[in-house]
Nanobody
Framework: QVQLVESGGGLVQAGGSLRLSCAASTPTFSSYAMGWFRQAPDKEREFVAAVSRSGTSTYHAGSVKGRFTVSRDNVKNTVYLQMDSLKPEDTAVYYC????????????????????WGQGTQVTVSS
């Protein structure tokens, strides 16, 4: 069982930045690809970004590409989401997720691929 704890959410004005962190409680963190998803009120949970086990491969949704950057630190067992140029439509609960995969360079994008989920952190962007 892997526990994931997100932090770093909050209230920010449009154009501002936030950095989300997700700490994983497993000594085998480098065995997991990691992803970020978000869910706005009355909407489906959607993919935001993912990073492979090694950190060498990343994938970002089109809506955040060029503004958000996913990264990881396999020594600190933590994955990050740097969010710049935030927009009101980025307002959502952000979740991190872990996928135990044997593919070292794979960054999964589908919800069904992930095995563990955090509780989420609220991000609110005011206009």
């Amino acid at each position: 069982q892997v526990q994931l704890v997100e932090s770093g959410g909050g209230l920010v004005q449009a154009g501002g930045s936030l950095r989300l962190s997700c700490a994983a409680s497993t000594p085998t963190f480098s065995s997991y690809a990691m992803g970020w998803f978000r869910q706005a009120p009355d909407k489906e949970r959607e993919f935001v970004a993912a990073v492979s086990r090694s950190g060498t491969s990343t994938y970002h949704a089109g809506s955040v590409k060029g503004r958000f950057t996913v990264s990881r630190d396999n020594v600190k067992n933590t994955v990050y989401l740097q969010m710049d140029s935030l927009k009101p439509e980025d307002t959502a609960v952000y979740y991190c997720a872990a996928d135990r995969t044997t593919l070292s360079a794979y960054a999964p994008r589908l919800r069904a691929e992930y095995d563990y989920w955090g509780q989420g952190t609220q991000v609110t962007v005011s206009s």
